[in-house]
């Protein structure tokens, strides 16, 4: 209901009735729209907690049936593993003593069992099992992440978890280095994306929300543009501007475009790795798509 609601933008100019004014019944649908909206807010998470506590049962009766075949599926592997670090002075002193160095790219995709792992492995203490205590010993854990990539949740992976203990590492005189140096754009481009992400990623603790760090030029811009912006020439509909319309009208624009570029517009790129400039050829383009299908047209 909520949806169609909004889907339905036409206001209309003439009065609505002798006793309600137009404007009158826009506000009332406006309101009927945010209550929707909370009541949805609200019952989602009434619905995920009972929804854990319904689903215990089940739950149960799986751990019942892998332990029958004595089988373990990804998440018992980490599980015990991370309990046997814990629980098992031997073990821990082994495994630290084992491993000197550490390297772990695409952190920001770590869950919180696989952190707590990485801290324990990498402790100077092998009699600390609290991994929020443990100080990792120096040059011996190496940590890539960007928090501004951690949009798929990945097994338990959590923006929250990778910014706390971020901080929980600097506490403990772990240093954090930003790479901020974009080797594969320009200037203007960088101009760009800087322009459309500063304003919206502001950094929020609480909701999980990473700070943006700006793009910082290396490769210096030529005198050809760096960023085009290409129009639907026929984005019109019946009576007023239709995605269908654009929609159908997009592909061939493209490949015009293309052909363009590749004919007559005599623009250059540079070679990856070097400082030449060679015309620019269809090896050089990639086209990215928003989707593959559009369902109904």
């Not at 004014?21 to 929707?36: F, N, P, V």
């Not at 075949?69 to 082994?94: A, T, Y």
Request: hydrophobic content about 40%; some cysteine; glycine content about 6%.
């Amino acid at each position: 209901l909520a949806r169609t609601l909004r889907r339905n933008s036409l206001k209309g100019s003439k009065k609505f009735s002798p006793g309600y004014s137009r404007d009158a019944i826009l506000a009332a649908k406006d309101r009927l729209e945010s209550t929707l909206d909370q009541f949805v807010q609200h019952s989602e998470a009434d619905l995920a907690a009972s929804l854990q506590s319904d689903l215990q049962g089940l739950i149960e009766q799986y751990e019942v049936l892998k332990a029958r075949s004595g089988k373990l599926d990804f998440g018992d592997l980490l599980i015990r593993s991370r309990n046997l670090l814990r629980e098992n002075h031997d073990v821990r002193r082994f495994m630290q003593e084992q491993f000197t160095h550490i390297f772990v790219d695409e952190f920001q995709d770590t869950d919180p069992v696989q952190a707590e792992i990485l801290v324990l492995l990498s402790g100077d203490d092998s009699n600390e099992t609290d991994w929020r205590a443990i100080r990792p010993r120096p040059g011996k854990l190496f940590l890539v992440g960007d928090p501004k990539q951690s949009i798929y949740r990945f097994r338990r992976a959590d923006i929250i978890m990778y910014q706390d203990l971020t901080r929980l590492l600097q506490d403990k005189g772990i240093a954090i280095e930003y790479l901020s140096r974009s080797f594969g754009s320009v200037r203007p481009i960088q101009e760009a994306v800087n322009a459309a992400f500063a304003p919206e990623m502001t950094g929020n603790t609480v909701t999980g929300q990473p700070a943006y760090v700006p793009l910082e030029e290396v490769v210096p811009a030529t005198d050809q543009p760096s960023v085009v912006v290409l129009p639907a020439p026929y984005p019109y509909g019946a009576r007023q501007i239709s995605k269908q319309s654009i929609d159908k009208c997009l592909p061939s624009t493209v490949a015009a475009y293309v052909d363009w570029l590749i004919r007559e517009s005599g623009w250059k790129v540079r070679v990856a790795g070097t400082e030449d400039l060679v015309p620019i050829a269809s090896e050089h383009i990639a086209i990215l798509f928003r989707r593959f299908v559009s369902w109904g047209d």
